[in-house]
């Protein structure tokens, strides 16, 4: 069994992954205050022809990013554990609504086979990851909830990665080439990122202090 890192997995990059996932989260709402056409026209064919799978997807993943920096956070988990296993409870909730929607959405882009299979993956990973991470902190085997949680996070943050790599592509190639590519690039370095993350700490945990 993994030991449990005495201190938090991501101390120095917790400020940062706070003000993008926030900032991202409040900016991917802001069809509640406008028309789609005009603040995501790349979506308006979702929202024609599949108008609820479309908003279930846009406003509960939001949703989801807000609340993942905080359960990250050692001072949440430490004196209110109770506010973090409802706002755990929240989050699953909005991947579970988000990430399905997300599976259909992804199928029906009309990017392309390689977005789409990059899109209907990432869904399919981010509901599988956080999945197992709510059983694993029902059936209270923290230290595993806790390596779950951070793949799922890794997941999550894809939101924020996938629209700094479209600022990238359409300052270099375009928008329309880098996009199928970015399906992928948007959470398969994160994946492998928060795979460092663990077993670096796992490694560090384990070491006896001399």
Known sequence: MYPIPKRPLLPRSLPVLWFLSIAIALGSLRFLIADIALVMPAMVHHALERPWLLYAHIFFAPFALAI??????????????????????????????????????GLQTIQGPVAASGLVTLAVAWL?????????????????????MIRSGALTVSAVTLRLYMIVGALTVGEESSYPLICWLCWVPNLMFAEWLIRRDTRRAATPIA
Do not use: C
């Open 128 to 148: 599988s990851t956080t999945a197992f991470a709510v059983y694993l902190a029902i059936t209270r085997d923290i230290p595993a909830h806790r390596r779950w």
């Open 68 to 105: 993942m920096p905080f359960q990250f956070g050692k001072t949440l988990r430490m004196r209110r554990p109770g506010l973090h296993r409802w706002l755990g409870r929240a989050y699953g909730v909005g991947v579970l609504i988000s990430g399905t929607a997300g599976v259909f959405l």
